[in-house]
């Protein structure tokens, strides 16, 4: 008897989370959900967790969900966040919390699926944003990005098969209050120049891809007469790339390296030193 395939999917309870689990749910897969909000008709079991930014707090929750869960044979890393600001006024804090929320959190859930050598699936999600479009309020999420997108990448050449989809944007409060900032800074405003996709859209076609496994691991989507479809993803290299591609692997688990790389990119794209942290009151 062929037992169920097992997939935890991180940020399962809306968006593209909520839609990927009901996709696999589908497809045959026992859904273990884990997230800030509660339980959805498409998780078989749910385990609440601390926000993802919080990096110790999530990496003893997702320790103890893999003890109970070590048949598991697929991983979904579903949220990711930013901090909007202006650039010269983000603080250290914000950039630290936006890297936190879109690739340290996945770095050191994979660094315990490394360790237990038992999931040989990933699937992270990326961004329709670019630093090379809009360089100055997306710069912190756009960096996490595409440092997400590489360690994606060196996590196949270890022997894990492991997709990136960059995804087209849905209408979320987050979303909205993101093209609002920015059209109020005066920056191009990437919202307008791509379709808005709802998840439901897309989910069957990462779904599809995943278990095709396909030899490509790096997509995005493209709509053509009123249909979403995904592509190759295509690498533009830059001098920040470059720089990128130069981590290896052992060094995306130095919290102090990662975070060191994103502040002198961060500079790079902006020409701003990262204010000071902020003072909270006591």
């Known amino acids: 008897m062929q037992l169920m395939k097992k997939a935890l999917i991180v940020g399962s309870n809306k968006g593209y989370g909520a839609s990927i689990s009901e996709t696999m749910k589908e497809g045959g897969f026992h859904i273990i959900g884990l997230s800030r909000g509660p339980n959805n008709t498409s998780v078989d079991q749910h385990f609440p967790i601390t926000d993802v930014s919080d990096i110790p707090a999530f990496t003893k929750e997702f320790s103890e969900v893999l003890k109970k869960h070590?048949?598991?044979?697929?991983?979904?890393?579903?949220?990711?966040?930013?901090?909007?600001?202006?650039?010269?006024?983000?603080?250290?804090?914000?950039f630290a919390y936006t890297l936190n929320a879109n690739l340290v959190?996945?770095?050191?859930?994979?660094?315990?699926?490394?360790?237990?050598?038992?999931?040989?699936?990933?699937?992270?999600?990326?961004?329709?944003?670019?630093?090379l479009e809009n360089n100055q309020a997306l710069a912190s999420y756009c960096i996490a990005k595409h440092l997400l997108k590489h360690f994606t990448e060196l996590l196949n050449q270890d022997g894990i098969n492991a997709f990136h989809f960059c995804v087209p944007t849905s209408k979320t409060d987050k979303a909205l209050s993101i093209g609002t900032f920015l059209k109020d800074a005066h920056q191009d405003l990437p919202l307008e120049q791509s379709e808005w996709a709802d998840p439901s859209e897309i989910t069957p076609l990462i779904v599809e891809k995943f278990l095709s496994q396909s030899k490509s691991h790096l997509y995005r989507f493209e709509k053509t007469s009123g249909v979403w479809a995904t592509k190759a993803l295509e690498l533009v290299t830059s001098e920040?790339?470059?720089?990128?591609?130069?981590?290896?692997?052992?060094?995306?688990f130095n919290n102090e390296v990662l975070l060191g790389l994103g502040k002198k990119l961060y500079k790079e794209l902006t020409h701003s030193e990262l204010a000071e942290n902020k003072k909270t009151a006591i």
Not at 70 to 94: A, M
Not at 240 to 245: A, G, M, S, T, V
């Open 105 to 131: 959190y996945v770095v050191e859930a994979v660094k315990q699926l490394r360790e237990e050598g038992f999931v040989k699936n990933i699937i992270t999600f990326g961004s329709q944003w670019s630093y």
């Open 240 to 252: 920040l790339d470059e720089k990128i591609k130069k981590l290896k692997l052992e060094q995306f």
């Open 70 to 94: 070590q048949d598991s044979d697929t991983v979904v890393f579903v949220p990711g966040d930013v901090v909007l600001n202006k650039d010269e006024e983000l603080s250290e804090e914000d």
